[in-house]
């Protein structure tokens, strides 16, 4: 492997919520480009800044730095936080309230991204772009199950990330929703024909020009090819040149099941890098470890992913102090918990 060491930069997953020194040595890797947080390496919105402040200056430039903040169940950061109602929400305001839940949509996505980006954080891997169709994983982290609604709501909620300064991450191309299984705990195949697939894949269509990055899911799609999509140089083809998709493509986590395909941890870092994705993402920080031990890049080898990490670094528009003196984003704060409060308890508040 260190003859040929694969060039889609490390998103690495850290242990805590204080950096350790090995930890920093393993950051310090050409090889890493970023970090990706959880809610292991949250405790409150300070210890936060301290954290973010610590990576981003480990480096120059410096570490991209991100979380999955969607909102409902997939919200790592909480205590100090807008609670976020999930995008199902949404799309179920959507059938009874189109320009209520369209003008919601872009409050979720300006909130979100003003809380992240004024704690330090360059980026959430928003939004989902899926279809509620029968997924395990997916569910109510998907806007609805018709493809006008999501790509619709999305819209909205790109503009409010756009707004509040930061870029976006569609997923999980070309589309985890329509099958039940969840890639995290196993190999999943999908075996419709293309056509079959047209409402997953419009959502991407329609908003592949707004879309900074896209993640391709660990499925297997074998109507256009036998891996996994993001191990798959035909379905990054496809993306790039059917729905004409110019941004980053970042790999879904290395470590999870539906990545057994493409062969062990460093097969995957391989095959993904081949296929066409800049950044892979690898959770577990031992994964991470493992992996720049067995390559000594030279020092050419990542300046491609270094670039594609740095264009997703996101830059506040205000401060959250500037922000939380307009009462209109107080308001929009105060909506968004009212509705996520009442999704948990049955309600229809807003």
């Given at each position: 492997?260190?003859?040929?060491?694969?060039?889609?930069?490390?998103?690495?997953?850290?242990?805590?919520?204080?950096?350790?020194?090995?930890?920093?040595?393993?950051?310090?890797?050409?090889?890493?480009?970023?970090?990706i947080l959880f809610s292991r390496n949250y405790r409150d919105p300070q210890q936060l800044e301290t954290l973010c402040r610590e990576l981003h200056g480990l480096r120059d430039p410096g570490l991209f730095v991100c979380v999955d903040q969607e909102g409902g169940r997939v919200q790592r950061f909480r205590d100090g936080f807008t609670a976020l109602p999930a995008l199902g929400a949404l799309g179920r305001w959507y059938a009874d309230h189109p320009g209520r839940a369209l003008d919601m949509a872009y409050r979720h996505g300006r909130v979100m991204a003003a809380e992240v980006l004024g704690r330090g954080v360059d980026m959430s891997l928003a939004p989902v772009l899926d279809l509620d169709r029968g997924s395990q994983v997916i569910g109510d982290r998907a806007f609805g199950a018709d493809p006008d609604t999501v790509a619709a709501l999305a819209g909205y909620y790109l503009a409010g990330m756009r707004d509040a300064g930061m870029k976006s991450c569609g997923k999980h191309f070309p589309g985890h929703g329509s099958v039940a299984a969840d890639t995290h705990d196993e190999i999943v195949t999908d075996p419709r024909p293309l056509d079959e697939m047209a409402d997953d894949l419009a959502p991407?269509?329609?908003?592949?020009?707004?879309?900074?990055?896209?993640?391709?899911?660990?499925?297997?799609?074998?109507?256009?090819?036998?891996?996994p999509a993001g191990f798959s140089k035909r379905w990054i083809e496809y993306l790039r040149d059917d729905l004409a998709f110019g941004g980053v493509v970042i790999s879904d986590d290395l470590d999870m099941a539906g990545a057994a395909p493409a062969g062990d941890i460093a097969a995957r870092?391989?095959?993904?890098?081949?296929?066409?994705?800049?950044?892979?993402?690898?959770?577990?920080?031992?994964?991470?470890?493992?992996?720049?031990?067995?390559v000594?890049?030279?020092?050419?080898?990542?300046?491609?992913?270094?670039?594609?990490?740095?264009?997703?670094?996101?830059?506040?528009?205000?401060?959250?102090?500037?922000?939380?003196?307009?009462?209109?984003?107080?308001?929009?704060?105060?909506?968004?918990?009212?509705?996520?409060?009442?999704?948990?308890?049955?309600?229809?508040?807003?």
């Open positions: 492997m260190s003859d040929h060491p694969a060039s889609a930069g490390l998103v690495a997953g850290i242990a805590g919520p204080e950096l350790q020194a090995p930890e920093r040595e393993m950051l310090a890797h050409p090889a890493v480009v970023g970090v991407f269509r329609a908003l592949a020009g707004q879309l900074d990055a896209i993640m391709p899911a660990h499925v297997r799609y074998p109507a256009l090819a036998p891996e870092w391989r095959q993904c890098s081949a296929a066409g994705c800049d950044l892979a993402l690898v959770c577990r920080p031992d994964s991470a470890q493992a992996l720049i031990s067995a000594e890049p030279g020092p050419e080898c990542f300046e491609r992913a270094r670039a594609a990490a740095a264009a997703l670094a996101g830059r506040a528009a205000f401060t959250l102090d500037e922000q939380d003196l307009v009462p209109e984003f107080r308001a929009w704060k105060q909506s968004l918990s009212r509705l996520a409060d009442d999704e948990s308890t049955g309600g229809t508040r807003v």
